[in-house]
Every structure is written in C-alpha cells, then in structure tokens.
C-alpha cells in the first residue's frame, strides 16, 4: 500500500530521445510536486499541480511538461533529453496548502 | 529571493556522539519548518516539522528541533547517533502564499562511524 509510488525506478536513454516519468499517490491529496535532485542532492522543485491545475512552474526548460489526468496522477514528459537532465526525480503530494509533503522514491534518470 | 541555508556539508562522527545540524532561513513572512532524512538510495522521509506552538519539536528516531524565529534557524539535534543515522539531511522550508513551495536546503550528509 505505498502512498506516493513512481515508475520506472530507473531510467537509461540517448540524448534526443523523449521519455516520460509517472507517478500516482493513493492518499487522497490535492496538490501534487515534481522535484529534481542533481548530482550534489540539491532539490528544487519543477512544478506543482493543484486538482489537475498547474499552481506551480519554476523556469523550467519547456521541453519537461507535466501532465495530470486526475488528482491521483501527475506524470512528467521530457523531450529532446540533454545530458544535463541526468537526476533523480522524485514525486511528492499533499492535502492542505501548508501541510507535510509527501515524497515518492524517486526515478534516477541517467541520460547518455 | 528566498532561501535556506545548511552550515555543513559532511559531518563525521563516532557513535555515542551528540549531533547539532544547523539550518537558517531567508524569509520575513509566515512559514513552515521541516527535516527531511534520505537514507542511502532511498526517497526522502519526514523526520519533524513545526508548524506552530512549542518551538521545541521532537521528531522520529531521538530526533528534536528547535525554531528560534529571531534567528531564522531550525537546528537538528539528536543527543546520541547511531550507525543507522548516516544519512543526507536536509532541511527544508514551505512558504505560506507561494503554493506551498517548499525550498531545501543544500543538505547535510551524515556519516556516523561503528
């Protein structure tokens, strides 16, 4: 019964190719987050989905868009990969505006 | 522009040792305080958070915090590590009217020797 679950774990591609991350969480919250984490573990956050509405975009190349069929769901699409896309991605959700998030285990993308 | 600030980058220490991570914050306005612990190649988890009340806050693990809002900082502290507490820490603030951003800081990687 995993709460924030993202898939694949791990991801190896070419530069040029499109791919896509997705991720589901079955707490019932709101408001989903993509974050990246670079080689040094810094995280910052790419963008945030409120009920199926982007709330949330951090200058972020727009060859990444993000996706939300519905509030459980928030997948993320990268076109065109660079090599400085290598990193974990990880997922996060939660229910009230101030409230914990809550943190998926992450997709290790390793571009070629 | 907002930000956090963790003051070490790589902490050593033998068990037994008491550990204090520092954290500091840039922003006047109302906001949340958490750490966030990430054991080697796992995703992040809530170790505390202060939300309001005591600014004393004990977490999981032996793990307690104290926010001292004069000094924007919300230090981590544990009186005795154990080998299962390396880890990277990070600290980690959500700003109120801004969607509930959260901002890490740089993290702290913790590495407690046997």
């Known amino acids: 019964d995993t709460a924030v679950s993202q898939t694949p774990k791990y991801l190896v591609t070419q530069m040029g190719n499109d791919k896509s991350i997705k991720c589901e969480q079955n707490?019932?919250?709101?408001?989903m987050y993509w974050y990246k984490q670079d080689s040094k573990k810094f995280l910052k956050i790419m963008f945030s989905y409120n009920n199926k509405e982007l709330i949330i975009n951090e200058t972020v190349p727009n060859r990444f868009s993000p996706k939300s069929p519905d509030k459980a769901h928030l997948n993320l699409h990268i076109n065109s990969l660079e090599l400085g896309d290598s990193a974990v991605y990880f997922c996060?959700?939660?229910?009230?505006?101030?409230?914990?998030?809550?943190f998926g285990p992450g997709t290790r993308l390793t571009v070629l | 522009a907002q930000s956090v600030s963790q003051h070490n980058h790589h902490v050593i220490l033998s068990e037994a040792a008491s550990l204090e991570l520092g954290c500091n914050y840039s922003y006047g306005g109302t906001v949340n305080l958490f750490w966030y612990v990430q054991y080697p190649g796992q995703h992040l988890q809530l170790l505390l958070k202060y939300f309001s009340g005591d600014p004393l806050v004990k977490g999981i693990k032996g793990f307690e915090a104290e926010f001292i809002k004069s000094k924007f900082s919300f230090n981590l502290r544990k009186p005795s590590v154990q080998w299962s507490d390396t880890a990277e820490y990070f600290c980690a603030v959500l700003i109120y009217n801004q969607g509930g951003k959260l901002i890490f800081g740089q993290g702290t990687e913790l590495s407690v020797k046997p």
């Open positions: 996060a959700s939660r229910t009230a505006p101030t409230d914990t998030q809550y």
């Open positions: 707490l019932g919250h709101d408001t």
